[in-house]
């Protein structure tokens, strides 16, 4: 069989809900790296919060980081690295814009630093793996150069006013698009930044034709790469706007949704232990 690429997603679709590979979806990734087929991680993380499921899986391929504005590989230094950033002007235009209409919080992201608008330590917890140099304090004072993104923390009710309002004022330079849990925020890039893009950088890399891209996720953030993908895949706890353009659902992310399609679509009859 010819080589495929892999594409996963990691929260709500490669790791279950603690957080963790399963079992049997590692046991049948590492059984289509050893046939040589290509896996990669396409993620709304950052490298330092996704490196630890990179280096469990092995991977010696590209990642793509901040849902694809920020693409690298970690053991090639040839790679052309992808590193698309907002302008500051327009971040600090946002920063102005969503402090008027009394967000809760706002997270600038530079690489490896984090700048909090607000002291939070949920968030704090979360944005903080890898050890990131990290600011808190009034973002239009602490951030001083164009970030890889903004991510917006708001009431539920309130999301879809906020969403609203980016896409009016400033839909000509961003992409915005809603994290799942553990996050559940809004995420903000630069305009024609998605996984998706970030893939097809990766697919070209490795010579690997379009036909043959499996991709799995499970939420707003995937939903570019999903369509994409010949072969997109949604998990069985993905939002309903994913299944609709998805090609086939999988079982959930605590279910091995990934291993039992993949074990199935390869025939590999790797049986799972109970």
Request: some cysteine; proline content about 5%; aromatic content about 8%.
């Amino acid at each position: 069989m010819k080589q495929h690429l892999i594409c996963l997603d990691l929260d709500g679709t490669l790791l279950n809900d603690e957080k963790e590979i399963p079992e049997y979806t590692f046991r049948v990734l590492k059984t289509l790296q050893q046939k040589g087929h290509a896996i990669i991680i396409a993620t709304g993380r950052p490298y330092r919060a996704s490196q630890r499921y990179y280096e469990q899986l092995g991977l010696k391929t590209p990642i793509v980081n901040f849902n694809g504005a920020f693409v690298h590989h970690p053991f090639d230094h040839t790679f052309p690295v992808q590193h698309h950033r907002l302008d500051e002007g327009l971040a600090t235009s946002m920063i102005e814009t969503l402090k008027k209409m009394k967000v809760k919080n706002m997270i600038a992201e530079v690489k490896d630093c984090v700048f909090l608008d607000q002291p939070d330590p949920q968030l704090f917890e979360g944005f903080s793996m890898g050890s990131p140099l990290i600011k808190v304090g009034d973002l239009r004072e602490n951030l001083n150069e164009d970030p890889t993104s903004l991510l917006i923390e708001a009431e539920e009710a309130m999301i879809p006013r906020v969403r609203q309002v980016l896409t009016r004022f400033y839909a000509e330079n961003i992409e915005h698009r809603r994290w799942g849990a553990p996050f559940p925020v809004i995420e903000i890039v630069k305009k024609g930044i998605s996984k998706a893009v970030g893939i097809d950088i990766v697919k070209d890399c490795l010579n690997i034709d379009h036909d043959h891209i499996i991709a799995f996720g499970d939420e707003d953030n995937d939903l570019e790469m999903i369509k994409y993908a010949s072969y997109g895949i949604a998990m069985g706890n993905a939002i309903d706007e994913l299944k609709h353009v998805a090609k086939e659902t999988t079982l959930s992310n605590n279910d091995d949704g990934i291993g039992v399609y993949l074990n199935r679509f390869f025939n590999l009859n790797i049986p799972k232990e109970k």
